[in-house]
């Protein structure tokens, strides 16, 4: 049996992270095995391809460097993680997925998405999410929210996160248009709510997949 690959995407500060952890807590609760990840990053070889593409005195990274970068870190998931867990019929949660890449080095960035989606072929090979949640938030309100994150935790990995407003407006805007593109996939859920209003909307959305 096959598992379900769901991921969650959205701007800085959505609430996204939050929302993983509270819809992974519920499946888990109601029998289902859960295995969950996170792009930049997942594996260990991910998790060192992220240093170099987070770092904030990499600013003078071009862009196909951190789209292939985003997308190493993919297929070391895709085949070392994901694959395997859905094989097992696990449920697998990833806080971003190849929509990141689309939005922010395709749109945000400028490279087309049809360069994305080349490269998507090549590093994950056919799988695409059942579904998607984009957990959408006004930009300012979402970027106070990722910067005062930032300085709480003295995170240094935050060269995407210290791009310009117009650069994160590109972003917002090419969620909206992603949902409406492929509306049975990618739903929009608004991030602007109480933590537990949201969570509620994420499990109604969630549950016909399982049943
Ligand atoms: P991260 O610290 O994981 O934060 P977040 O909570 O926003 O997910 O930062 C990841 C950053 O990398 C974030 O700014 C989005 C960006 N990103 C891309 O530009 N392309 C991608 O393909 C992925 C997965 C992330």
Known sequence: MRGKFITFE????????TQIRMLAARLRSSGRTVFETAE????????????VLLDQQNREMCPT??????????????EQWI???LGEGQIVLSDRFTDSSLVYQGIARGLGAEVVY????IACRGLVPDLTLVIDIDTETGLARAHARNRRTQ???????????GFHRK????YHQLASDEPNRVRLIDGGRDENAVAEEVWQTVLPLLA
């Open 10 to 17: 959205g701007p800085e500060g959505s609430g996204k992270s």
């Open 118 to 121: 080349d490269v998507d072929r």
């Open 171 to 174: 972003v917002r805007d090419a």
């Open 40 to 51: 930049p990053g997942g594996t260990p070889i991910g998790m060192q391809i992220r240093r």
């Open 155 to 165: 995170d240094v990995e935050t060269r995407l996160d210290e791009q310009a407003l």
């Open 65 to 78: 460097t951190e789209l292939l970068l985003m997308f190493a870190c993919r297929a070391q998931n895709v």
């Open 83 to 85: 694959l395997p867990a």
